[in-house]
C-alpha cells in the first residue's frame, strides 16, 4: 500500500512522505500534529483503545483525527441480494464475469487477521465514535453519506463490486483533541 501511495505522489507530483510504523505505539512526540488520517485501518486494530490514545497524545491540541472505514465483516440484505443476482446475471450471460483480486491466499489472510483483531464482528461507526469519547476526543461527528466517494470509485470497482459498495456500512469520522485554555 505504501509504495502504491508513494508512486501516485509521485506521478501527482506531490511531496509527501510515507513511513510505516505503529498505530498503536507510534513513537512519535506529544502534541506534535495537527492531523492525523487513516482509512480502513481501525477495523484491523488489535486495540482500537490503545491506537486512539496514542493519537491523542500526539495530536496538538485542537488537532483532528479523520478515519475512514467500514463494517467489512457484515453483509447487509440490499449487499446480498445485489451479489446473488450478479451471480445469476453472469451464469444466464447477461454480465461479464468481473475480474475478482481476491485469490484463496487472500482470503485466508483475511481470515487470518479478522481472527485477531478487536472488531472482528464488524467496525460499527457507533462503536467507534464511542471508543474515541472514552479516549478523551471532543466533537466526534460521524458522516455516512459517502455517496460522492463511492461514485468516483464506482467506474474502477465494476458493476456489480460498485453496486455492493453503496450499500455498505462505509463511514467518515472526524473527532477533535480539546484545547487547553489559560485562565
Known amino acids: 500500500m505504501l509504495e502504491h ?13 510515507f513511513r510505516l510504523g505503529d498505530a498503536e505505539n507510534t513513537r512519535e ?3 506534535h500534529y495537527d492531523v492525523i488520517t487513516n482509512r480502513h485501518l481501525v477495523w484491523t486494530l488489535v486495540d482500537p483503545q ?9 495530536l496538538k491540541p485542537g ?6 472505514d467500514g ?12 451479489a446473488k443476482v450478479s451471480v445469476l446475471f453472469q451464469r444466464l450471460g447477461f454480465a461479464s464475469v468481473e475480474t475478482a483480486r481476491t485469490t484463496s491466499q487472500l ?10 483483531v478487536h472488531f472482528s464482528d464488524g467496525a ?11 479516549t478523551g476526543f471532543e466533537n466526534v ?31 467518515a469520522i472526524v473527532a477533535t483533541k480539546e484545547r487547553y485554555f489559560e485562565k
Open 5 to 17: 501511495a508513494r508512486a501516485k505522489a509521485t506521478a501527482r507530483q506531490r511531496n509527501i512522505i
Open 29 to 31: 512526540p506529544d502534541s
Open 50 to 58: 490503545a491506537a486512539f490514545a496514542e493519537w491523542h497524545r500526539i
Open 63 to 68: 488537532g483532528r483525527v479523520l478515519i475512514v
Open 71 to 82: 463494517d467489512f465483516v457484515n453483509m447487509n440484505f440490499k449487499e446480498q441480494i445485489i
Open 107 to 116: 482470503l485466508e489472510t483475511h481470515r487470518s487477521i479478522l481472527s485477531r
Open 124 to 134: 460499527r461507526a457507533s462503536a467507534v465514535a464511542e471508543m474515541l469519547k472514552m
Open 141 to 171: 461527528t460521524i458522516d455516512s453519506d459517502l455517496r460522492r466517494i463511492h461514485h468516483a470509485q464506482f467506474g474502477h470497482l465494476g458493476f456489480w463490486r460498485g453496486m455492493a459498495r453503496i450499500t455498505q456500512h462505509r463511514y
